[in-house]
Each structure stands twice: as structure tokens, then as C-alpha cells.
């Protein structure tokens, strides 16, 4: 994706920081459905869940193509999101780890 913020380096990575903190400072479900419905566009927040979906599917064993059939998400973005899941910054194994305790 292009970078398209005017932020200096610096104003950005503490925009990012304050943006994570506001998440963080969630407790629940619904406090983070309504805080992610106004901050993205609809098609935004499905883009995420599906990303999430594919997280899940994947953990299950289901091919590249059986996740396309089934979810109708770009075989590229569910390569990517395996990728990350395998090699990221670690973020969907913590939270996978998580759930899954």
C-alpha cells in the first residue's frame, strides 16, 4: 500500500502509538464494534474481518482455494495473511494464543 500520510515520520509513529492505546483501552466486544464501525468505512471493516476469517480457516488446514470458495477473499490476500501469520510481527499468533487459552 502507498503511503499517503503528510505526518512526518516521527508525528506518525506517535499517531499510530495513540491509536493503539485508544484500542487497547477497550473492554469489550461492543465497545470495539462501535469504536472500528466509526473509525472504518464499512468496506474497511469487512476487509479486516476477512483478514481475521482467514486466520481462523487456515489454523483449521483448509487450502488457499478452499478459503477463495468459501469466503470469496483473493487468493494474494489469503497468501499474505498466511505470511504473516507464519513470518509477521507476530500479532495474530499473540492473539490466536490468546483465544485459544
Not at 478452499?66 to 470469496?72: K, P, V
Request: one cysteine or more; charged letters at 25%.
Amino acid at each position: 500500500m502507498k503511503d499517503k500520510s503528510n505526518l512526518a515520520p516521527e508525528v506518525l509513529r506517535q499517531a499510530e502509538e495513540a491509536l493503539f492505546e485508544a484500542i487497547v483501552s477497550l473492554s469489550t466486544p461492543a465497545e470495539c464494534g462501535n469504536f472500528f464501525r466509526d473509525l472504518c468505512t464499512p468496506a474497511e471493516l469487512q476487509a479486516l474481518v476477512d483478514r481475521w476469517t482467514v486466520v481462523g480457516l487456515l489454523r483449521e488446514g483448509l487450502t488457499y482455494r478452499e478459503i477463495n470458495a468459501r469466503t470469496g477473499v483473493s487468493v494474494t490476500t489469503i497468501g499474505r495473511v498466511a505470511r504473516f501469520l507464519a513470518e509477521g510481527f507476530g500479532g495474530y499468533r499473540t492473539v490466536v494464543e490468546r483465544l485459544d487459552h
